[in-house]
């Protein structure tokens, strides 16, 4: 292979304050292509003109939905993640389809996995929670106006949802059990926007059809 248009552009990459750190694309090779992982190995050319190979995995996006009950509490989950071998505690997330943009792949995977809709959704920002690795960026969005419906999980998919509050998810962090990243930046993120140091722009997407 020698494009790479499928990978997320970075403007800040082409600054030329950072020009004596950036690593030139030289050519790539597909090493896996499975139903999710693409896993790739690029040759690139270092700085000062070496050759070095690059290995990571080339990921489609994904979404992260902090959602707000009218009291104040937040919704969670709890799933058991194969590769850590454990039970996690998250805000609820998934993948992007191809094409679909990110507030919709919010609303469907926020109905999907809990159950609730939601009126207003806000866009707080961007993670990428691993850069030596792996393309994926996750946005976290804010979601509040919450009714419940029937849930619709995948095939395979087993989900607890519980209701708890920032207070006790940031308790769990610091004593250690609550250790997913995109969860732990979600709270970051709440927490500044509840204290309005951090602000969002809430709007009123169209409600998604009818039915789980």
């Excluded at 990459?13 to 790539?28: M, Y």
């Excluded at 999980?153 to 998810?169: I, R």
Aim: proline share 6%; with cysteine.
């Amino acid at each position: 292979m020698s494009a790479r248009d499928d990978r997320p552009l970075d403007p800040d990459a082409h600054s030329a304050v950072d020009a004596h750190l950036r690593e030139e694309f030289v050519e790539s090779q597909q090493v896996y292509r499975g139903r999710f992982l693409d896993v790739r190995r690029d040759e690139v050319r270092l700085p000062d003109g070496s050759a070095a190979h690059r290995e990571y995995i080339v990921h489609p996006g994904a979404v992260m939905i902090v959602p707000i009950l009218d009291d104040g509490r937040l919704i969670v989950e709890r799933q058991y993640r194969y590769p850590v071998a454990r039970v996690m505690l998250e805000f609820p997330a998934g993948k992007l389809e191809f094409g679909e943009p990110p507030l919709e792949c919010a609303m469907r995977e926020l109905a999907e996995e809990t159950g609730y809709r939601a009126t207003e959704w806000a866009r707080a920002g961007i993670l990428h929670n691993a850069i030596a690795y792996s393309t994926e960026g996750i946005e976290i969005w804010f979601a509040r106006g919450l009714s419940l419906g029937e849930r619709a999980l995948d095939v395979g998919e087993f989900v607890d949802v519980d209701t708890t509050t920032l207070e006790s998810l940031e308790d769990a962090a610091q004593k250690g059990s609550l250790t997913d990243v995109k969860t732990l930046v979600g709270l970051l993120w709440l927490r500044h926007w509840r204290e309005g140091r951090w602000s969002v722009s809430w709007t009123t997407p169209e409600p998604l059809p009818a039915g789980p």
